[in-house]
């Protein structure tokens, strides 16, 4: 068996040593850095070292044992005089015809240097994971929770209980009233405040998307699979917490699977053979019946069980009117700092926001709030700076005409006045503009 200058070329340049034999036991080749490792073992100066037998240079080599099995010998870990190395011994062939065999030494200097990169690649990983959960992960704590009435005192008073705690959390209840601002609060509230925060909405992909996106997946799993493999977001999450929202959305299959993750806290990615140990506490979130779900057979009533071991029931804005003016304000508050000027609300529109039935819950509630704001230059936010079909609902079909006369006179002064200003000048102004005297305007806005 013969060597071509260029893969002489090619193995002399490699840090790991490397070392050809033939059939007979005799050495082919060895590239500069098994001799360089040689004359340190031996402590002697050494010729040409090629057509000598392996075995009267180092008697425990065990590259001739690879010619007699025809197999590779991987993942040995060998200690001569001085230094620890690493081998892999591999069987050559032509054909079906073994021609000789491989050897492969990785110095323990490479082999920790490897390791130090792959941990500083690791570190950094996590260190930008957790940068990234600091700032777009888990900003809210229980201090942003609103709870005025006792219904809503009393969950996150529970909540509080229970972050404390490392168990796994069901936040049940509509879409809109604030379940991942719950989530956030638990983590924020928990011993895993330090780790990161990791969200994942399971409505969003189909089972195979969603199994790849939680446990992750090796090399070549799949057609199109990344290089190397992906990081699923329990070992993203390790040490912190993983909201699953929407996990009634989840397939049963995989449903299964998460079981034994919560059961044996182990995932195996995609395509993979070994199990990875992970350590995340998880927090899940749903707006349907989840008893409902397993009596259909769409939930699996093991999951449901181990899921809801604490359930957070969080009432829906309709059964709380007494929380909106405080949410209302916190919510406001938010916008002064976007929009850099204050806002306030007035007693008939707190009048009208409790009056709504809210079926968007606090997410509707803001976005009412945020049309608001943004169509009103004055910052004080009366009934008529509200959405009409959200104004209109509340009006008394009752009303004589005489009264909805009253009634729309004086949303039309208001609204000039809010432009004009509510100063005598503007007062003013706004009677000149609807070609009344000041007297009447004074008037209309008594009625």
């Known amino acids: 068996m013969e060597l071509n200058p260029a893969a002489r070329a090619t193995f002399d340049a490699m840090r790991e040593g490397i070392t050809i034999i033939d059939t007979e036991g005799r050495l082919v080749f060895c590239n500069r850095a098994y001799l360089d490792f040689l004359r340190k073992e031996l402590g002697e100066p050494l010729g040409s070292v090629e057509g000598k037998y392996l ?11 690879v010619l007699e099995a025809g197999k590779p010998i991987l993942h040995i870990t060998r200690q001569e005089t001085k230094d620890f190395y690493f081998v892999n011994l591999y069987p050559i062939y032509e054909g079906d015809t073994l021609v000789g065999g491989l050897s492969v030494v990785t110095f323990l200097e490479d082999a920790y240097q490897t390791r130090e990169e792959l941990e500083a690649v690791e570190a950094r990983s996590r260190q930008a994971l957790h940068s990234i959960s ?22 996150k008073d529970l909540a509080q209980r229970i972050a404390v705690t490392d168990a796994t959390v069901l936040l049940e209840s509509e879409s809109g009233t604030g379940k991942e601002l719950y989530a956030q609060a638990i983590h924020n509230a928990s011993s895993r405040r330090d780790g990161v925060f990791v969200a994942i909405n399971c409505s969003n992909f189909n089972a195979n998307m969603l199994e790849s996106e939680l446990f992750g997946y090796a090399e070549g799993a799949f057609t199109g699979a990344k290089r190397g493999g992906k990081m699923g977001l329990f070992e993203a999450a390790a040490g912190g917490t993983l909201f699953l929202d929407e996990i009634s959305e989840m397939d049963v299959g995989l449903q299964a699977k998460l079981l034994r993750v919560l059961q044996e806290h182990v995932i195996r990615p995609v395509g993979g053979i070994k199990e990875v140990a992970v350590d995340v506490r998880v927090v899940a979130a749903c707006n349907a019946d989840l008893p409902a779900y397993v009596a259909a057979g769409k939930f699996r009533k093991d999951l449901y069980y181990r899921l809801s071991t604490f359930p957070l029931h969080i009432p829906p804005l309709r059964e709380r009117p007494g929380d909106i003016p405080a949410l209302a304000q916190a919510i406001l508050e938010d916008f002064s700092h976007k929009l850099r000027r204050p806002f306030r609300l007035t007693e008939d529109a707190v009048t009208c926001l ?47 005409l005489a009264q909805r006369t009253r009634a729309f006179e004086k949303r039309v002064i208001l609204n000039l006045l809010e432009q004009n200003g509510s100063s005598l000048e503007g007062k003013k102004r706004t009677a000149a503009q609807l070609g009344i005297s000041l007297a009447s305007l004074y008037n209309k806005l008594k009625d």
């Open 55 to 65: 075995r009267d240079l180092r008697p425990g080599a065990r590259l001739p044992d």
């Open 134 to 155: 600091k700032a777009n992960g888990a900003r809210y704590t229980f201090d942003d929770i609103v709870a005025v009435t006792p219904a809503v005192a009393r969950v």
């Open 354 to 400: 409790q009056a709504h039935s809210w079926p968007g819950n606090v997410r509707e509630l803001r976005n009412v709030l945020e049309f608001s704001a943004y169509l009103t230059p004055s910052g004080v936010i009366n009934q008529e700076a509200l959405p009409s079909d959200l104004v209109h609902q509340q009006e008394d079909v009752g009303l004589t």
